[in-house]
């Protein structure tokens, strides 16, 4: 039996709102939503031993996964966020876009979290989903696990923090 990760959902759906909101040039799909909230939980890990959504991340074929992500999403559709369908270009699938409703609550925060928010939010920003993923793919979380296993957060600590952009 699979267990399920104890999550702080308050800070899991402040830290979906946050992105929703400070990500506004349209890049703000599913898979760099995943992404985003990768690196906020393994870059928190590795400075402060522990994750800020307290999510469990599957290797999966499009890089690092939440566990309860989809669920998370599905919860909040329609009341906190809205996910609409978007046409990227020709030829690619179609974006899930994400949209926060509402604004994120600061105090379910520490200091620390927060700025671990702003530094992935300002670093990731300008990128897509798919170059979030092919990031993700050069980091050992990734390249030290099986395909569809948990990755262990004690990976964060071999990362390269200067390889990881010349994978993009």
């Given at each position: 039996m699979v267990k399920t990760p104890k999550i702080n959902e308050k800070k899991y759906k402040n830290a979906v709102l946050f992105f929703g909101k400070k990500?506004?040039?349209?890049t703000l799909g599913k898979l760099k939503l995943m992404k985003l909230l990768y690196f906020l939980d393994f870059d928190f890990f590795e400075k402060y031993g522990r994750s800020v959504t307290g999510d469990?991340?599957?290797r999966f074929e499009y890089g690092p996964v939440p566990r309860m992500g989809e669920k998370i999403l599905k919860e909040m559709n329609g009341k906190e966020i809205k996910i609409t369908k978007r046409k990227i270009a020709d030829?690619?699938?179609d974006q899930l876009h994400i949209e926060a409703l509402k604004d994120f609550d600061v105090n379910v925060f520490s200091k620390e979290e927060l700025l671990a928010l702003e530094d992935v939010a300002d670093k990731w920003e300008k990128f897509t989903g798919t170059e979030m993923k092919n990031a993700s793919h050069g980091e050992a979380p990734w390249i030290a696990t099986k395909p569809n296993e948990a990755i262990d957060y004690n990976l964060a600590y071999y990362r390269n923090k200067y390889g990881e952009m010349a994978k993009i």
């Open positions: 990500i506004q040039n349209g469990e991340y599957l030829g690619l699938t």
